[in-house]
């Protein structure tokens, strides 16, 4: 059974750090891009960023540059998401997904876990 899984939501103050992993099961990270995205209340799904088959990393959010990064571990089958210095305005459920290429949208990415909420609030 194909099926991402992600772990390590919840809440934090703002300024503080999470760590998201994105786990696979019934096929291998490593042969795939792996996206990062988030869907805040009330709005729509956005890309944040993404992690090629070749490891290229690709920023779809400004505001997360040089707060958050990508990361993979294949002896493990993960990707992980490293975000520090959070802000009320990263609060989300976020989503990894798994497709051919990276995509700002998700378009073409076939495989989507189901999500974990991050909360940054004091």
């Known amino acids: 059974q194909v099926q991402l899984v992600e772990s390590g939501g919840g809440l934090v103050q703002p300024g503080g750090s999470l760590r998201l992993s994105c786990a696979a099961s019934?096929?291998?990270?490593?042969?795939?891009?792996i996206g990062w995205f988030r869907q805040a209340p009330g709005k729509e799904r956005e890309g944040v960023l993404c992690?090629?088959?070749?490891?290229?990393?690709?920023y779809y959010r400004d505001s997360v540059k040089g707060r958050f990064t990508i990361s993979r571990d294949n002896a493990k089958n993960t990707v992980s998401l490293q975000m520090n210095g959070l802000k009320p305005e990263d609060t989300a459920v976020y989503y990894c997904?798994?497709?051919?290429?990276?995509?700002?949208?998700?378009?073409?990415?076939?495989?989507w876990g189901k999500g974990t909420l991050v909360t940054v609030s004091s």
């Open positions: 997904a798994a497709g051919r290429f990276c995509s700002s949208t998700g378009r073409g990415m076939d495989n």
């Open positions: 019934g096929f291998t990270l490593e042969s795939f891009a």
């Open positions: 992690i090629s088959k070749s490891g290229g990393i690709s």
